[in-house]
Every structure is written in structure tokens, then in C-alpha cells.
């Protein structure tokens, strides 16, 4: 199976042909993909619960939302999920997002690399006390 | 609220017209939609910043995409180009003419693909071959000695050229903004 993926500090995409052997993902994939799982979300939701799970310390603008959106649609990790309003926001008609299953891999395997670094980091009590 | 808007208006202007059919309309709805939370004068500014910075980065993003996308279209015109012009550039009987040539030719041509320098250093090759192909011999190369001293120079020279763009293109990389 072959997406793209934004990577590097150019931002140029690049293909690789296994989810399990990709490099890692950018921040932007990662919260935007970690919005998602959790259900349908319109862009400017996705920009609010980046907002939120990071305690605003990472944030997005339109700008790279839907050009990050866009990537992920082409490499399949996200669909579009139609449009309708959003009742809690002025009733406007919203363009929705969905995670796909490849999607749903690509962030629980990115999950799982940022897990398994962070137990490194605490065996090296960088962390505070190493866990047991 | 209204001039706000407009002036994002304007600034979507600068992403790619493929790019701006499909998501302007979202784009525009989504700062609307930040707008509306910038409800006193140091969050609109804090806002303004942000988008600005925003865009900047994602056009440029967007922009170096496209440019990848078109790099054989790219490749293509511009070794036809390279054929012409050394073509002409054997009329000038020129030495300097042919150290630029070269080393532009290089330049840009590694700039497009730094991956492939090494192939890149060979661009100089093109004038000695455009003699052969329209059977201009050059003057001061009567024999094979001369012939190869003529061919380690173009490729010193356009080793230059590649190596040139290489660095900065790396230094220039390492600039762009994260995605």
C-alpha cells in the first residue's frame, strides 16, 4: 500500500510502500489524526481539539489544516465525510472528515514509536523516577 | 469583522489555483470561525500574527509541491535547452562563456534534483558532444590528449556548479518551516 506523508523539515511528500516501516509522522498528521479517531470532525473542530489536547502548545492555522487534509486524503488516511451544519456553530454548512482504517493504523502505530521512546526516556530518568 | 475577512481574502490569492478551488471556501469559513473568538484588540492581533505565519508557511508548502510534481516536464525542457544553448555557445569561441554555461547549467540542474549531483557534474559534457553532432570541431583540439584535457575541465566545472547548489540548497532546506 503506498501514501504519502509529509516529512522532514521541507514539508515534501514522500512515498513509502509500508505503513509499519514508515518514518514518523509530522506533528500536524499526528494531532490531526488523533482529532479524528474519535469521530466525524469539520476543520475548524479538528483545529480546536489539536488546540485542546496539547494544552495549546501546538497549534494549527487554516493554512496547514487543509493542506495537511489534502496529503492525507491522497494517501488515504482520512475521507471526506460529507457536509452538513454543525448546530453549535451558526448552523453553516461544514465539510466533515473521517479516519480511515488505514488512518486508524498509521496513528496507532505512531502511538506506539512515541510509547515505546518514552519508556527509553524514563529507564534513562529522564522522566523523573524510571517506572517498574 | 468584514475587513478582516477581505484581507485574508487577499492572502489566500498566494496559494496555487488548484489548491485554492478546492479549500478556499473552507479555509476562509475556518477564520471566520477563529473571528468570532477574537473578541478584544490583543487577541485579533495575537490572531493576525499567527495567520499570517500560518500562511506563510503552508503557501510555500503548497507552492514546493507542485514545483516536485512538474520536475521531468522540468528536466526535459530544460536539457532541450541545454543542447540549444551550447550550440551557441560553441559559435562564441568564448572560455568564459563556457565556464558560466556550465556552471549555471549545474547549478540549476542539481538545485532541481540534489540527489543527483554526481550525474549533474556530467552537464559539461553537452559541449564537447554538441561539437560532435554538428561537426564543429572546436579550434586548439586537434588530437585526443586535448580532447580528454577538455572533458576533465567541463566536468571539474560542473562538479563546481552541482557541489554549489548541493550546499546551499541544503542550507536553504534546513529553513523551511515543519509541516
Not at chain 1, 32 to 57: C, F, K, P, W
Not at chain 1, 83 to 93: A, T, V, Y
Request: hydrophobic fraction near 45%; aromatic fraction near 10%; charged fraction near 20%.
Amino acid at each position: 500500500m503506498t501514501y504519502l506523508l509529509t516529512g522532514g523539515r521541507s514539508g515534501i511528500s514522500i512515498s513509502v510502500t509500508d505503513i509499519n516501516a514508515m518514518e514518523p509522522l509530522t506533528p500536524a498528521v499526528f494531532h490531526i489524526l488523533l482529532a479524528l479517531a474519535d469521530g466525524e470532525r469539520h476543520g475548524y473542530a479538528i483545529m480546536q481539539d489539536v488546540a485542546a489536547a496539547s494544552a495549546n502548545t501546538f497549534r494549527m492555522g487554516p493554512g496547514t489544516l487543509y493542506g495537511t487534509l489534502k496529503r492525507l486524503l491522497a494517501a488515504d488516511l482520512v475521507a471526506e465525510a460529507g457536509e452538513r451544519e454543525d448546530p453549535d456553530m451558526n448552523d453553516e454548512r461544514r465539510r466533515y472528515y473521517s479516519i480511515t482504517p488505514n488512518g486508524r493504523q498509521a496513528v496507532i502505530s505512531e502511538a506506539k514509536r512515541l510509547e515505546s521512546l518514552v519508556r527509553i526516556a524514563r529507564k534513562k530518568s529522564l522522566l523523573g523516577v524510571p517506572a517498574r | 469583522m468584514r475587513i478582516h475577512e477581505w484581507l485574508y481574502r487577499i492572502l489566500i490569492r498566494l496559494y496555487p489555483a488548484d489548491f485554492r478551488r478546492e479549500y478556499q471556501a473552507p479555509i476562509q469559513q475556518a477564520f471566520r470561525d477563529q473571528l468570532r473568538n477574537a473578541d478584544n484588540p490583543v487577541k485579533l492581533a495575537t490572531l493576525w500574527i499567527w495567520t499570517l505565519s500560518d500562511t506563510a508557511r503552508s503557501v510555500t508548502t503548497e507552492h514546493l509541491e507542485r514545483w516536485q510534481s512538474m520536475k521531468i516536464a522540468a528536466y526535459l525542457l530544460f536539457v532541450t535547452i541545454l543542447i540549444l544553448l551550447g550550440r551557441y555557445e560553441l559559435r562564441t569561441d568564448d572560455t568564459g562563456m563556457v565556464v558560466f554555461f556550465i556552471l549555471v547549467s549545474a547549478f540549476i540542474l542539481t538545485w532541481m534534483n540534489p540527489q543527483r549531483r554526481w550525474l549533474w557534474s556530467f552537464v559539461g559534457w553537452c559541449v564537447p558532444a554538441a561539437e560532435q553532432f554538428w561537426g564543429e570541431p572546436l579550434p586548439g583540439l586537434p588530437d585526443l590528449k586535448s580532447r580528454l584535457m577538455l572533458l576533465a575541465f567541463v566536468t571539474f566545472v560542473g562538479f563546481l556548479g552541482s557541489f554549489a547548489a548541493a550546499l546551499l540548497k541544503r542550507s536553504t532546506t534546513n529553513m523551511l518551516p515543519k509541516t
